[in-house]
């Protein structure tokens, strides 16, 4: 089972700031926070992952609260193109672990 | 680079022959996945590869399911009398084993059983 809880939609609208949380309160302390993405009709997409402490990249920015049991993806300049299913996933990152994918948060993008 | 590649795009079958999807993963990857993804809904896990060692096939739903990898390259999925309920989405995925590592996915093969 999935060990995290999502939304099941969302909208926000183009240009601004895409927030979408995950809670994940029985994180173990060796589990990293994943996020992908699935526009429709393609396979999903890494966007970015975390232990503690907050990451950014081209793509997107990761929240991790300080007791590590929920997370915010942000997406700073939300466009059409970012409509997709969000995926928010927990695993062991020191060994390669199947990832369970949880039924995710439908972003929606409002022109 | 190349990424993940898989064939064919689209399968249509008819129910009761059995079918055989590839995956190209990415070179180097040591790990592979294989997901199923019926229509509307989320990614379902059914078998992982890494290196030598004996796959992880708690995810396969029936004995019509197998997989097989040859070394650290490519993949085929085999679906044995295909059903209707087969038809769905079949995802690969690869990475590199290390720490903090990513999955890279596939365009995904589209089966429909009619």
Same mark, same amino acid.
């Given at each position: 089972?999935?060990?995290? /809880?999502?939304?099941?939609?969302?909208?926000?609208?183009?240009?601004? &700031? &895409?927030?979408?949380?995950?809670?994940?309160? /029985?994180?173990?302390?060796?589990?990293?926070?994943?996020? $992908?993405?699935?526009?429709?009709?393609?396979?999903?997409?890494?966007?970015?992952?975390?232990? *503690?402490?907050?990451?950014?990249?081209?793509?997107a920015? #990761?929240?991790? /609260?300080?007791?590590?049991?929920?997370?915010?993806?942000? #997406?700073?300049? &939300?466009?059409?193109?970012? /409509?997709?299913?969000? $995926?928010?996933?927990?695993?062991?990152?020191?060994?390669?672990? *199947?990832?369970?994918?949880g039924?995710?948060?439908?972003?929606?993008? #409002?022109? | 680079?190349?990424?993940?590649?898989?064939?064919?795009?689209?399968?249509?079958?008819?129910? +009761?022959?059995?079918v055989?999807?590839?995956?190209?993963?990415?070179?180097?990857?040591?790990?592979?996945?294989?997901?199923?993804?019926?229509?509307?809904?989320?990614?379902?896990?059914?078998?992982?590869?890494?290196?030598?060692?004996?796959?992880?096939?708690?995810?396969?739903?029936?004995?019509?399911?197998?997989?097989?990898?040859?070394?650290?390259?490519?993949?085929?999925?085999?679906?044995?009398r295909?059903?209707?309920?087969?038809?769905?989405?079949?995802?690969?995925?690869?990475s590199?084993? +290390?720490?903090?590592?990513?999955?890279?996915?596939?365009?995904?093969?589209?089966?429909?059983?009619?």
């Open positions: 089972d999935a060990k995290t /809880t999502q939304p099941p939609s969302m909208d926000c609208a183009e240009g601004r &700031a &895409a927030n979408l949380p995950c809670n994940h309160s /029985t994180i173990s302390g060796n589990e990293y926070v994943y996020w $992908y993405r699935q526009i429709h009709s393609q396979g999903p997409q890494y966007i970015i992952h975390g232990l *503690k402490n907050n990451e950014t990249n081209e793509m920015s #990761l929240i991790i /609260t300080e007791d590590r049991k929920s997370s915010t993806l942000i #997406l700073p300049h &939300a466009t059409l193109r970012d /409509t997709a299913v969000y $995926y928010c996933i927990v695993r062991v990152a020191r060994r390669d672990d *199947k990832i369970i994918f039924k995710g948060t439908r972003l929606h993008i #409002l022109p | 680079g190349a990424g993940v590649s898989q064939s064919p795009s689209n399968k249509v079958t008819e129910k +009761g022959k059995d055989e999807l590839r995956c190209d993963p990415i070179s180097g990857h040591t790990a592979l996945y294989w997901y199923r993804q019926r229509l509307g809904q989320g990614l379902e896990f059914l078998i992982y590869f890494q290196g030598n060692s004996a796959p992880d096939k708690s995810g396969l739903p029936s004995d019509r399911f197998s997989a097989e990898r040859t070394g650290e390259s490519v993949s085929t999925l085999t679906i044995q295909t059903q209707q309920e087969d038809s769905a989405v079949y995802l690969c995925a690869s590199w084993r +290390g720490i903090g590592t990513e999955q890279y996915f596939g365009p995904g093969t589209r089966l429909t059983v009619t």
